[in-house]
Nanobody, 127 residues
Framework: QEQLVESGGGLVQPGGSLRLSCAAS????????MGWFRQAPGKEREFVAA????????RYADSVKGRFTISRDNAKNTLYLQMNVLKPEDTAVYYC????????????????????WGQGTQVTASS
């Protein structure tokens, strides 16, 4: 069973930056495809970014391209999401997700393709 713990959320002014982290434990981190999703109040969970096992593939939602960067450190069993130029519409609970079923070049963008989920961390961009 994989355990995922997010951290790094908080309150930031529009235009500011935050870096989220997701610490993974349970199985070899390098065998996991990883993703970030978010859910705003009253809205469905949506895809933000994903990265393949070997970091050879990265995918982003159109709404965050050019502002957010997903990365991973397999030696530290940690996934990151660097978020720059935050907007009020980025306000949401951000979730880390993981799955071991995909090949090394696949970065899944659908929530149903992830088996393991963290508890989430709140990000609020507001003045």
């Amino acid at each position: 069973q994989e355990q995922l713990v997010e951290s790094g959320g908080g309150l930031v002014q529009p235009g500011g930056s935050l870096r989220l982290s997701c610490a993974a434990s349970g199985r070899t981190f390098s065998s996991l495809s990883m993703g970030w999703f978010r859910q705003a109040p009253g809205k469905e969970r949506e895809f933000v970014a994903a990265i393949s096992r070997g970091a050879t593939a990265r995918r982003y939602a159109d709404s965050v391209k050019g502002r957010f960067t997903i990365s991973r450190d397999n030696a530290k069993n940690t996934l990151y999401l660097q978020m720059n130029v935050l907007k009020p519409e980025d306000t949401a609970v951000y979730y880390c997700a993981a799955d071991s079923r995909w090949s090394s070049t696949i970065a899944p963008i659908e929530a149903r393709h992830y088996m393991f989920w963290g508890q989430g961390t709140q990000v609020t961009a507001s003045s």
